[in-house]
């Protein structure tokens, strides 16, 4: 091995202009110390590493869970109506032993799973997830112009709630005929039953909604009460059980509201087909990004 220069005198070592191994080791050893030194720091520095000292912006660590200072003096209000400069000690450590309590059994209910077997925790994850997608939509305004589209688009959803005082009388099938013309005549609906057989099928109750007198008629005879006008009598009707006359005593259709009207509503169902939008597209994102598995009997 080739022995390395050494130097005669001081002189060598001083002149940066000539070349001292002496001088290199030295500078290169200095320079990797400063290295270690800078990338330690870094690493114990580092976000979610341990650390023996509190931030300024928390009161406490729980296993580096940090609880923050803006809480701690949120619940201090909350529970002594008093700010930290007012507060006494007792009260300060009232406050910090219930809430490194809380995290304390919060961090215990991660390790035990509790969300994933909890119905109630999990009902509040769900429901955490789903405000926080709708929260765009929700906090979103709308122009005018946005919203008169979507008024446009949905007029139906925005009139009065239609009422009717409907009765479903039932009649034997070779005297409907002549009772139909009787009611229409004007003649009182009860006189007509009495004269010509019939009897009452009581589906409807009095004065109701149109949705509650179409939930009592169905679908076939609420579109047909809903056509006739104030005193109005249907066509005879053949049921296994007679033949149905309906009666309309009185007959008030929806009123449409016009925007302005309307806007209040507008404004609320633009936001929640917004929220229902995002939401399904939120959810398609999650199911393609997670693997999913499916007994084979439930396959569809």
């Not at 400069?85 to 390790?111: C, G, T, Y």
């Not at 004007?186 to 109701?208: N, Y």
């Not at 009598?233 to 059980?241: G, K, M, T």
């Not at 959810?283 to 569809?300: G, T």
């Amino acid at each position: 091995m080739m022995a390395l220069p050494t130097p005669d005198t001081d002189s060598d070592w001083r002149d940066i202009r000539k070349v001292s191994p002496r001088r290199s080791l030295v500078l290169m050893a200095l320079g990797a110390i400063i290295g270690l030194g800078v990338a330690g720091y870094a690493l114990f520095a580092a976000k979610g590493t341990s650390t023996l000292v509190v931030p300024p912006e928390d009161v406490a660590l729980v296993n580096q869970q940090p609880i923050s200072r803006s809480d701690f003096l949120i619940q201090l209000q909350s529970l002594f109506s008093v700010d930290l400069a007012h507060s006494s000690p007792a009260e300060r450590q009232k406050v910090l032993n219930d809430m490194i309590r809380e995290e304390l059994f919060v961090q215990r209910a991660k390790e035990l799973d509790v969300a994933g077997a909890d119905p109630d925790v999990r009902a509040a994850m769900v429901g955490a997830v789903e405000q926080e997608i709708a929260a765009d939509a929700i906090t979103s305004q709308p122009s005018d112009d946005k919203l008169r589209t979507f008024y446009q688009a949905n007029r139906s959803r925005y009139a009065s709630e239609g009422t009717m005082t409907v009765r479903d009388l039932v009649f034997p099938a070779d005297r409907a005929s002549e009772a139909a013309t009787a009611l229409k005549a004007g003649a009182d609906a009860d006189a007509v039953l009495a004269r010509f057989g019939g009897h009452d099928s009581k589906r409807t109750r009095a004065t109701e909604f149109y949705f509650a007198a179409k939930i009592h008629l169905g679908d076939r005879d609420f579109a047909v009460a809903r056509a006739l006008p104030n005193g109005g009598v249907s066509a005879p009707l053949s049921e296994a059980d007679g033949t149905h006359l309906l009666y309309v005593a009185q007959n008030k259709p929806p009123v449409s509201m016009d925007f302005t009207q309307a806007r209040d509503q507008v404004l609320a169902d633009y936001r929640a087909d917004a929220i229902a939008r995002l939401r399904v597209g939120d959810e398609a994102f999650f199911r393609k990004r997670a693997n999913i598995l499916i007994a084979r009997d439930l396959k569809p």
